[in-house]
T-cell receptor, first 114, second 117 residues
């Protein structure tokens, strides 16, 4: 059973508009969440993260919001650019000793149209 | 350039023929890990290593071996590959987390696509 769910396999937005990517999780022990971006033929690259003690983290055009009561987080990209077209993965982890194991969603493919 | 390098990037092999996927990082990271990515299943951890000579199983270790004789290298070994090991493999590394636990930002290699016939 997927502990981290990205229910939208794909999303298409116009350049300049806001992209909102959503992620839901089931494990209340998760205390750290990350978003990774992946281009074809490349490995995932880190984008932004948020600790469970916060409800918002911002880095330039990217903002992640965390709603712990709803077990939901979202990534906002404003304004969206064609270069943002990629697959976005949500990942989460719990305090698991020394293993930095991340539990991954299946990804959302974002297409930003010029 | 700081990076994780995997080889080969693409490989087609046959059942039972031993193979090794190499992984090397130049960032002096203590932690390294292998993941496989499969449609509908996402990224799943195979093995990880906290430091030299320290390795442990992840979620799907069956059919794989690893070693960590040097800090920079973390090869993934398939002693007798089978078709269900056809997958996209990623190696990743990160520095030691100061807290000693929890997630850290992983740097991934570009991936190795393996097909076992």
């Amino acid at each position: 059973d997927q502990q981290v769910k990205q229910n939208s396999p794909s999303l298409s937005v116009q350049e300049g508009r806001i992209s909102i990517l959503n992620c839901d999780y089931t494990n209340s022990m998760f205390d750290y969440f990350l978003w990774y971006k992946k281009y074809p033929a490349e490995g995932p690259t880190f984008l932004i993260s948020i600790s469970s003690i916060k409800d918002k983290n911002e880095d330039g055009r990217f903002t992640v919001f965390l709603n712990k009561s709803a077990k939901h987080l979202s990534l906002h990209i404003v304004p969206s650019q064609p270069g943002d077209s990629a697959v976005y993965f949500c990942a989460a982890s719990a305090n698991a000793g020394n293993n930095r194991k991340l539990i991954w969603g299946l990804g959302t493919s974002l297409a930003v149209n010029p | 350039e700081a990076q994780v390098t995997q080889n080969p990037r693409y490989l087609i092999t046959v059942t039972g023929k031993k193979l090794t996927v190499t992984c090397s990082q130049n960032m002096n990271h203590e932690y390294m890990s292998w993941y496989r990515q499969d449609p509908g299943l996402g990224l799943r951890q195979i093995y990880y290593s906290m430091n030299v000579e320290v390795t442990d199983k992840g979620d799907v270790p069956e059919g794989y071996k690893v070693s960590r004789k040097e800090k920079r290298n973390f090869p993934l070994i398939l002693e007798s590959p089978s078709p269900n090991q056809t997958s996209l493999y990623f190696c990743a590394s990160s520095p030691r987390d100061r807290r000693g636990s929890g997630a850290n930002v992983l740097t991934f290699g570009a991936g190795s696509r393996l097909t076992v016939l």
